[in-house]
């Protein structure tokens, strides 16, 4: 039976998916969500050796890149262990995560992480979705993170190096959320363009797709994982 491998958003924490997870129960043999180190800025580089180096040695698995670790999944499946059978994105990129101009983005190593209102980052990542429980479980993975490294992040989100796109060969869904305030409905299509297998599911739902709509997201990938199930005997 197939694996899945979560790699989580811009907090790397991987402590806000139990809902999904949940909702994905049955599915795979096993779900585990990777986390990233909060005390190192480490580029996309970087983590992609990290990730590289905890994925599955021998059986088969679905890799899901999530919002900010999108990049990093796609640079795995351009070159991919000979074990990785389909690749999920949700609300991700490809390109430049926002239209931030080139100079500004060197400004994100002083922007005042902690100083930003939680009303504000609620409205971008959940929206009409957010709920007291949401909202606390975002603000704890925050807490948790070094603000160096969330600024880090953020301006490595910009400065992004598309990989190979043509390369990847394995079956591609790309969950998109039909209410997202951060990234613009045009990158799914770019990489619906760009992959020769990549689908696009619209989910109704904000930024933190995951979290907000567990039950739809999990029936997509479900529905998707199908043609890796293993035949009946």
Not at 94 to 103: C, E, H, I, T
Request: aromatic letters at 6%; hydrophobic letters at 50%.
């Amino acid at each position: 039976m197939t694996k899945l491998i979560i790699l989580p958003g811009l907090d790397g924490t991987g402590t806000l998916h139990a809902e999904f997870l949940s909702a994905l129960s049955g599915t795979f043999e096993r779900s585990q969500v990777l986390s990233y180190p909060s005390n190192e800025t480490l580029g996309y580089a970087e983590l992609e050796t990290l990730v590289r180096a905890e994925l599955p040695g021998s059986k088969p698995f679905v890799l899901l890149g999530e919002s900010f670790s999108g990049p990093i999944a796609l640079a795995i499946a351009a070159k991919p262990p000979a074990n990785l059978v389909g690749l999920v994105l949700s609300t991700t990129f490809a390109q430049r995560a926002v239209a931030v101009p080139a100079f500004l983005v060197p400004l994100l190593r002083l922007a005042p992480v902690r100083a930003v209102p939680s009303v504000l980052l609620t409205w971008g990542l959940l929206g009409r979705w957010a709920t007291p429980q949401l909202t606390a479980s975002l603000q704890r993975s925050l807490r948790a993170v070094s603000p160096s490294v969330l600024r880090f992040r953020a301006e490595a989100s910009l400065r992004v190096q598309e990989p190979v796109l043509a390369d990847i060969r394995v079956p591609v869904l790309y969950l998109r959320a039909r209410d997202d305030r951060l990234i613009a409905a045009k990158a799914a299509d770019y990489l619906r363009a760009s992959i020769a297998q990549c689908r696009i599911v619209d989910v109704a739902g904000p930024h933190l797709l995951l979290q907000a709509a567990p039950l739809e997201c999990a029936h997509a990938v479900a529905e998707f994982s199908q043609q890796f199930a293993s035949p009946a005997r």
